[in-house]
């Protein structure tokens, strides 16, 4: 999903092909709740909560991303934010001291989107270069060798990148040439290069250029091409590839022969993708409920969850999952320890329940492979 704005957000209806159905200007608030252990929340405290909290009181927050134990930002006005967990440099601030609150990252304005994985971030400007900070071990970061970083360092010199996803230990991104590339961790395959080599900076994944979107998750990955064909590859102990079986796979396979997906997400074993038809699919690890699906066994083939045709915007987190409708409920399932679900308790759900009764929910994050959420309000 595109989202065009100047001074704030335009509302989506939903649109398969990710083009706006409407012009009104929204500005939104952004709202976090579940663990807050090390300030990943963003309130000033490290205190958890149940319920959705507003992070200050700023109505210009566009693009959010959460990792593990920390969250990043990036501003209406291009401006990059982070806050929470500081131990490997993960917010970019040039220290390893935690923040409870939002803090600034540099003074410039010319951040587009950003990606976070377990202990590290990808971002990438308005130029179309691609940065990295935060925990470097396995080469994740893409800057040629194993080093942390805390602060942004650009991956290589090319200005041609359009997307970026972060897993637990590994990058990919995708560049507007349509071609897609991958770092970092590959005990399982999860760069897809047919091999469990690692590398420190960034390989191209075949010779295909019609590749759409990605997402990165705990040793495996998911992508849509532009043909509208769901791939898939790393590890599959729980099925979490979507194939129909438990092998791991080093190389993108496609799953089934479908030509009709939109959206993908991958979370801590469990996956969820939504069709152009506004279905919603999950498949994998199906721990506490996570897969929505009303029972606790995995699934190792999409398994459409309930029969509405209205799901918009979908993300998954550590055994749990958020998603957003076209009439702008938001719904959640799966663990709530630390009230990770915002229902206001801890009780796990294995189907989807709507969290409050606002229909102005935008966009949604949830801590990669963690239990905290953070979720734009218009």
């Not at 909560?49 to 959460?66: D, F, R």
């Not at 917010?91 to 600034?104: D, E, I, R, V």
């Not at 009764?357 to 953070?374: C, E, M, R, V, Y």
Request: no cysteine.
């Amino acid at each position: 999903m595109s989202f065009r704005y100047s001074s704030g957000i335009n509302k989506p209806g939903f649109n398969p092909l990710g083009t706006q159905t409407s012009t009104n200007t929204y500005f939104p608030y952004l709202y976090s709740w579940g663990s807050n252990a090390e300030g990943q929340l963003g309130l000033g405290n490290t205190t958890s909560y149940s319920s959705p909290k507003q992070v200050g009181a700023l109505t210009n927050w566009l693009n959010v991303a959460s990792g593990g134990y920390f969250t990043t930002s990036v501003k209406t006005d291009n401006t990059l934010w982070s806050w929470g967990s500081n131990n490997l440099g993960q917010l970019g601030l040039g220290n390893t001291t935690y923040y409870s609150s939002p803090k600034q990252i540099g003074a410039l304005t010319a951040w587009s989107t950003v990606a976070t994985g377990f202990y590290h971030n990808l971002a990438i400007k308005t130029d179309g270069s691609l940065w990295a900070w935060g925990y470097g071990v396995n080469g994740r970061l893409g800057l040629g060798d194993t080093a942390s970083r805390s602060s942004p360092v650009q991956v290589g010199s090319l200005t041609n990148w359009a997307k970026a996803a972060g897993g637990d230990n590994y990058s990919i991104a995708i560049k507007t040439n349509g071609t897609l590339w991958s770092w970092g961790y590959n005990l399982y395959g999860a760069l897809g290069l047919n091999n469990t080599t690692y590398y420190s900076s960034p390989v191209q994944v075949g010779a295909l250029t019609t590749w759409s979107s990605i997402t990165s998750g705990s040793g495996s990955a998911l992508a849509i091409k532009t043909d509208g064909t769901l791939w898939s590859w790393g590890i599959n102990d729980t099925g979490q590839l979507g194939l129909g079986n438990t092998t791991n796979y080093s190389s993108p396979k496609q799953i089934g022969a479908l030509t009709t997906w939109y959206k993908v997400i991958s979370g801590n074993g469990q996956q969820l993708a939504i069709k152009t038809d506004g279905t919603l699919w999950s498949w994998g690890k199906n721990t506490n409920g996570a897969l929505g699906l009303g029972d606790t066994t995995n699934r190792s083939s999409p398994v459409q969850v309930g029969g509405l045709t209205t799901w918009l915007a979908v993300s998954a987190g550590n055994y749990y999952s958020l998603a957003t409708k076209t009439d702008g409920t938001l719904w959640s399932w799966g663990r709530n320890t630390n009230g990770r679900l915002g229902l206001g308790d801890t009780t796990n759900r294995s189907s989807p329940v709507q969290v409050g009764a606002l229909t102005t929910w935008l966009t949604l994050s949830t801590g990669t492979s963690f239990k905290h959420s953070i979720v734009l309000l218009y």
